[in-house]
Structures are given as structure tokens and as C-alpha cells.
């Protein structure tokens, strides 16, 4: 993590230090949070519209903070002690922070964005790169333009290979993060609905992730998911002078992966003859394996090297986990939703072996702008009623899937719910001996309340 001393702090920031006499003063990390904040962490007070960082700044002085950065217009309290560094604006100075720091390190850096898969890819390439490399990656989903400068400072100096996600919501976030972090490599996992609310259309989702090109660098890599549709389209109107990769199962990608064995604990595919097992379920891993593989060999990772790698890596929770109970399984994939990954999400369950009974219990996918309706219709069309014995459905907008699978199952066999303790308490008259209970929705809809609720019930 970042260490310097406060004068050198205010010189990346052009800020002005409270008293030169504690110019020596040692920082080393950041915080944002005085809940998390650590001994010797310069303490960055961060101003939303909900919350305001700065009347905590005493509380973390008294946690060990020997520092802060404060905007310049605002009145310090008489009983604050500790020094600090004026700044215009503390968000700001939090990136400015970061991009000077990520500046003075002497490493690569691989961004990821992309509808679905970031956090997958991400976790697999860090794992495969372990093998060989000193390697940082982003914690948790910290994607965002907080989130973003938080990881690069959190960066040692012996760090060799840093892999960070970029997330948008709207055009110029990415541009925003992709400036401050610089990579080297920039990929793109694929185009989905997700954040259509603000970007209005796939093709304007692609364009604020293809945002991702502004900052890397002249000699840098873009790779990209060749299988998609929509980048295909639309790639062909940019004029990228960095080399370019494109990764898939199609013909005429770059670099050709073929799917192989899929089971309830892994997914094979195979690349120039070689067969490589990532320890995660569903078909769309291959795709996220793919990616780690490419990078591997970008990186003159071994054969073994990168088989070890995939092998170690680990998924995240509420992400395509498969969860043994007292006589049932969970496949909880709580943490978001969209069209894409709940397709994925229904085509595992159903491919998924030795069950007598499978429910699909789905909340609403949120932020899908315009068409939210018509395309949770869709996806209620999508639900097979030869794969999927129950469906359960909560949220305003589940409704419409709700409606569309009608079409497909009897009304004893798919239900609705405007009240979540109603649908656990159906979900429990239904999970019987050997029942698979897969559990999909966007973060909105807290999912994971459903999990916890039938977690310790035996059959």
C-alpha cells in the first residue's frame, strides 16, 4: 500500500499541508471509512448526498489516524489535533492520489469490464498469474470511481501485476477509471442489459465500455469476447491502434477455446489440443476460463502453471455457488441479475444431474430501463418446463415472468409473490429430498434472505 510522508502526499496533490512541522508525519494506506480505519491510514473524508465523511474525522484520529485531507473552504473543529492537507475537493484528490501513485509503480495493469464475468475473470486470471507473478486484483466489486483509486493505493511497491474491474452505469465512468489506472491491457468480458436505464441500448452499453481504450496505453493490448454479437458490430467503426486479441468459441476469433465436459463441480474446455478445468459450474466459465488462459500465455505461464492456477481459483459469494444442505442443494447465485446470467443461471440448473426436484426462485433484474418489462417476459419464456419442476417469483417486475411462464407451466407449478416471507414459506412445502433451489435476483431484491431462510431445514 501507499507510504510516503504527509509533505509528499500534499505534493501529489498540490495541497496545502495545516502546519510544515508535521511535514515528517508517516502515512501509510488509506481509509474512507472510520469504522475500518486503520493505525497510520491518512483518512480520506468522502461527501455524498447521503453522508458526510468529515464529521467523523475526531473519531478516526482517535482510531490512529495520523492524518486527513479536508476541502479547503471547510472550518475545522478547535478539538480535531491532528494535521491535514487541504484540497479542493476530497473525492478528487482520492483519484488524483491514486493515478500519481499508480504513476511511480513499475507495473501492469490488466482492466476488465463487461456486463457479466468481471469478478469471475478477474479472480481467475489473478489466481493463474499467482503462479508466476506478485499479483494485486480489486477487492470484492470495488469497480467504481471510490472503489477504483481505493485498490491502486492499496497496491505494494513490489507488486508486479495489479488486476482491477471497471463498472459503469452511465457514459464516461469508464473513461473516468480507465484514465486513472492506465492499463496495459483492457478487455472486455461481453455486452449485456444490465444498466440499460442510463445507456438506453446494448449497442450504447458497448460504447461506454469500449470507453476502457481512452487510457491504455499506446503499446498496450485490447482483447475482447469475439462470440458477441454486438461488439462485432460494433467494433469496426474504432480505430484502435493498440494490438488486438479477440478470445471465443467461434471461427475466426483469435484465440479458439472449445468446450469439452461440464459437471457439478467443474467446467473443461480445450485450447490448441490442451485440456484446461476451472473449478466453477456453468458453460459461460469456459468463456471466463478462456480469458485467464490467454492471459496466461500473454504472461509465459506454463501449460502446468496455468492449469494450477485455474484449479486454485475460487467464485465469490452469491455467484454460481453450489451449496450442500441437509438432504437439498442451493445453486445460489443471489448477487445480481440480468438477462444474460439468468439465462446462464437456468441452463445449469437444468443440465445439472442427480436431482428430483428443481425450483427456480427469482427476484426482479433491476435497471433495465424501457423494456424491463419485455424483458422479464422473455426471460419467464425462457424457464423449460422439462428441466425445471417449481418457478417462485418475487418483485413488481418478476410479475411478467410470471405471466409468461403460464405459457409453459401449470398454474400448481409456477407462483407469485408480493411478500418474500410468503415465498419461503411455499419454497419450504416444496424443497423435498434431493431438490436443487436455485436462487437468482438483482442486489435490490436482497435474494440472500431467501437462502439464509432455508439454509438450516432438513428433508
Same mark, same amino acid.
Given at each position: 500500500?501507499?507510504?510516503?510522508?504527509?509533505?509528499?502526499?500534499?505534493?501529489?496533490?498540490?495541497?496545502?499541508?495545516?502546519?510544515?512541522?508535521?511535514?515528517?508525519?508517516?502515512?501509510?494506506?488509506?481509509?474512507?471509512?472510520?469504522?475500518?480505519?486503520?493505525?497510520?491510514?491518512?483518512?480520506?473524508?468522502?461527501?455524498?448526498?447521503?453522508?458526510?465523511?468529515?464529521?467523523?474525522?475526531?473519531?478516526?484520529?482517535?482510531?490512529?489516524?495520523?492524518?486527513?485531507?479536508?476541502?479547503?473552504?471547510?472550518?475545522?473543529?478547535?478539538?480535531?489535533?491532528?494535521?491535514?492537507?487541504?484540497?479542493?475537493?476530497?473525492?478528487?484528490?482520492?483519484?488524483?492520489?491514486?493515478?500519481?501513485?499508480?504513476?511511480?509503480?513499475?507495473?501492469?495493469?490488466?482492466?476488465?469490464?463487461?456486463?457479466?464475468?468481471?469478478?469471475?475473470?478477474?479472480?481467475?486470471?489473478?489466481?493463474?498469474?499467482?503462479?508466476?507473478?506478485?499479483?494485486?486484483?480489486?477487492?470484492?466489486?470495488?469497480?467504481?470511481?471510490?472503489?477504483?483509486?481505493?485498490?491502486?493505493?492499496?497496491?505494494?511497491?513490489?507488486?508486479?501485476?495489479?488486476?482491477?474491474?471497471?463498472?459503469?452505469?452511465?457514459?464516461?465512468?469508464?473513461?473516468?477509471?480507465?484514465?486513472?489506472?492506465?492499463?496495459?491491457?483492457?478487455?472486455?468480458?461481453?455486452?449485456?442489459?444490465?444498466?440499460?436505464?442510463?445507456?438506453?441500448?446494448?449497442?450504447?452499453?458497448?460504447?461506454?465500455?469500449?470507453?476502457?481504450?481512452?487510457?491504455?496505453?499506446?503499446? #498496450?493490448?485490447?482483447?475482447?469476447? =469475439? @462470440?458477441? !454479437?454486438?461488439?462485432?458490430?460494433?467494433?469496426?467503426?474504432? &480505430? /484502435?491502434?493498440? *494490438?488486438?486479441?479477440?478470445?471465443?468459441?467461434?471461427?475466426?476469433?483469435?484465440?479458439?477455446?472449445?468446450?469439452?465436459?461440464?459437471?457439478?463441480?467443474?467446467?473443461?474446455?480445450?485450447?490448441?489440443?490442451?485440456?484446461?478445468?476451472?473449478?466453477?459450474?456453468?458453460?459461460?466459465?469456459?468463456?471466463?476460463?478462456?480469458?485467464?488462459?490467454?492471459?496466461?500465455?500473454?504472461?509465459?505461464?506454463?501449460?502446468?502453471?496455468?492449469?494450477?492456477?485455474?484449479?486454485?481459483?475460487?467464485?465469490?459469494?452469491?455467484?454460481?455457488?453450489?451449496?450442500?444442505?441437509?438432504?437439498?442443494?442451493?445453486?445460489?447465485?443471489?448477487?445480481?441479475?440480468?438477462?444474460?446470467?439468468?439465462?446462464?443461471?437456468?441452463?445449469?440448473?437444468?443440465?445439472?444431474?442427480?436431482?428430483?426436484?428443481?425450483?427456480?426462485?427469482? #427476484?426482479?433484474?433491476?435497471?433495465? =430501463? @424501457?423494456? !424491463?418489462?419485455?424483458?422479464?417476459?422473455?426471460?419467464?419464456? &425462457? /424457464?423449460?418446463? *422439462?428441466?425445471?419442476?417449481?418457478?417462485?417469483?418475487?418483485?413488481?417486475?418478476?410479475?411478467?415472468?410470471?405471466?409468461?411462464?403460464?405459457?409453459?407451466?401449470?398454474?400448481?407449478?409456477?407462483?407469485?409473490?408480493?411478500?418474500?416471507?410468503?415465498?419461503?414459506?411455499?419454497?419450504?412445502?416444496?424443497?423435498?429430498?434431493?431438490?436443487?433451489?436455485?436462487?437468482?435476483?438483482?442486489?435490490?431484491?436482497?435474494?440472500?434472505?431467501?437462502?439464509?431462510?432455508?439454509?438450516?431445514?432438513?428433508?
Amino acid at each position: 500500500m501507499i507510504e510516503k510522508r504527509l509533505d509528499e502526499i500534499a505534493k501529489m496533490l498540490g495541497g496545502e499541508i495545516s502546519d510544515d512541522k508535521f511535514k515528517d508525519t508517516k502515512i501509510k494506506g488509506v481509509s474512507i471509512d472510520s469504522r475500518t480505519i486503520q493505525k497510520d491510514n491518512l483518512y480520506i473524508p468522502i461527501v455524498g448526498e447521503k453522508f458526510d465523511g468529515r464529521i467523523f474525522i475526531e473519531e478516526c484520529a482517535n482510531s490512529g489516524a495520523p492524518a486527513f485531507l479536508i476541502d479547503e473552504n471547510y472550518k475545522i473543529p478547535k478539538s480535531v489535533s491532528i494535521p491535514y492537507v487541504k484540497v479542493s475537493d476530497t473525492k478528487k484528490a482520492l483519484q488524483d492520489l491514486a493515478k500519481a501513485y499508480r504513476d511511480e509503480l513499475d507495473i501492469k495493469i490488466i482492466a476488465i469490464t463487461g456486463s457479466n464475468g468481471k469478478t469471475t475473470s478477474k479472480n481467475l486470471i489473478h489466481s493463474v498469474l499467482s503462479e508466476k507473478y506478485k499479483v494485486q486484483k480489486t477487492h470484492g466489486n470495488y469497480n467504481n470511481n471510490i472503489g477504483l483509486p481505493l485498490t491502486l493505493l492499496d497496491f505494494s511497491k513490489d507488486t508486479q501485476i495489479g488486476v482491477v474491474e471497471m463498472g459503469t452505469e452511465d457514459f464516461g465512468e469508464i473513461s473516468e477509471l480507465t484514465h486513472i489506472a492506465r492499463p496495459d491491457m483492457a478487455m472486455i468480458t461481453n455486452i449485456g442489459d444490465a444498466h440499460l436505464l442510463k445507456l438506453k441500448s446494448r449497442e450504447g452499453i458497448a460504447k461506454a465500455k469500449l470507453e476502457i481504450l481512452e487510457g491504455l496505453k499506446d503499446d #498496450g493490448i485490447f482483447i475482447y469476447n =469475439g @462470440d458477441d !454479437e454486438i461488439l462485432k458490430k460494433i467494433l469496426p467503426s474504432y &480505430d /484502435i491502434k493498440q *494490438k488486438t486479441i479477440s478470445f471465443g468459441t467461434s471461427t475466426g476469433v483469435d484465440f479458439k477455446v472449445s468446450p469439452k465436459e461440464f459437471s457439478s463441480t467443474y467446467t473443461k474446455f480445450t485450447y490448441d489440443n490442451e485440456d484446461y478445468t476451472v473449478p466453477l459450474l456453468g458453460s459461460h466459465q469456459v468463456l471466463n476460463g478462456a480469458l485467464a488462459v490467454l492471459i496466461g500465455k500473454l504472461f509465459d505461464l506454463s501449460y502446468k502453471e496455468i492449469n494450477k492456477g485455474l484449479s486454485l481459483a475460487s467464485n465469490n459469494a452469491n455467484r454460481n455457488e453450489l451449496i450442500e444442505r441437509n438432504g437439498f442443494d442451493i445453486l445460489d447465485d443471489a448477487y445480481k441479475s440480468n438477462p444474460q446470467s439468468l439465462k446462464q443461471g437456468l441452463e445449469l440448473a437444468g443440465y445439472l444431474d442427480g436431482y428430483l426436484n428443481k425450483i427456480v426462485v427469482l #427476484g426482479d433484474m433491476l435497471e433495465l =430501463g @424501457d423494456g !424491463e418489462k419485455n424483458l422479464h417476459y422473455k426471460s419467464g419464456l &425462457d /424457464i423449460d418446463p *422439462k428441466k425445471i419442476n417449481y418457478c417462485l417469483f418475487y418483485g413488481p417486475l418478476c410479475k411478467e415472468m410470471y405471466r409468461a411462464s403460464l405459457e409453459n407451466f401449470p398454474e400448481d407449478r409456477s407462483f407469485y409473490f408480493e411478500n418474500k416471507n410468503d415465498l419461503i414459506d411455499k419454497l419450504k412445502l416444496l424443497i423435498t429430498k434431493s431438490s436443487l433451489v436455485f436462487v437468482k435476483g438483482s442486489r435490490g431484491l436482497h435474494m440472500e434472505e431467501v437462502i439464509e431462510a432455508i439454509y438450516d431445514i432438513r428433508v
